[in-house]
């Protein structure tokens, strides 16, 4: 249950920020991937540890009592909320600026919805892989050495994509 709220949380925000995107289609799609390619540089940065941001973020965690009421429903409650990306938070830079690139990107709704997904899924393998590793303590460390970097190579992946893609 929490890993389908997880998608459908992720696919809620990547569609309302893909509806929203028609809202910047008059603007010339070299504006709109430069203004992407400069998101993702700053996003990139920050994640570096180079440039110091606030990001727009709710920085607090889910109420734990939204799984006591009810394990199945708040479970898919909770994967739902943490899945917007917006009621909770959000560990990097990268998702802001995937989240920029489905605004600016305009066009098919697949790509949104890909992106949604992956969101939702991303989220969801952090605490398998977690608990998959048999040493939680050790693989959060190994998270922590390894972070900045993944999500460097997440913000390049980002706008390599937000390039590729065709109006």
Known sequence: MFTCGLLAGGVLTAGVLWLL??????LPVVVRQGLIVAVVLLAALCDA??????????????????????????????????????RTYVSASAPYAIAVAVLLSGGSYAPALAVGLGFGAGRA???????????????????????????????ALIAAAALTVRQ
Not at 126 to 154: H, K, Q
């Open 21 to 26: 995107s028609g809202l910047f289609t008059p």
């Open 49 to 86: 540890g180079k440039l110091s941001l606030r990001l727009p973020q709710n920085a607090r965690q889910i109420p734990q009592d939204v799984l006591r009421r009810h394990l199945a429903r708040g479970a898919l409650q909770f994967g739902f909320e943490l899945g917007t990306g917006v």
């Open 125 to 155: 393998l952090t605490p398998a892989l977690r608990r998959l590793s048999g040493d939680g303590e050790r693989w959060d460390d190994l998270l922590a050495a390894r972070l900045s970097g993944m999500t460097v190579v997440c913000s």
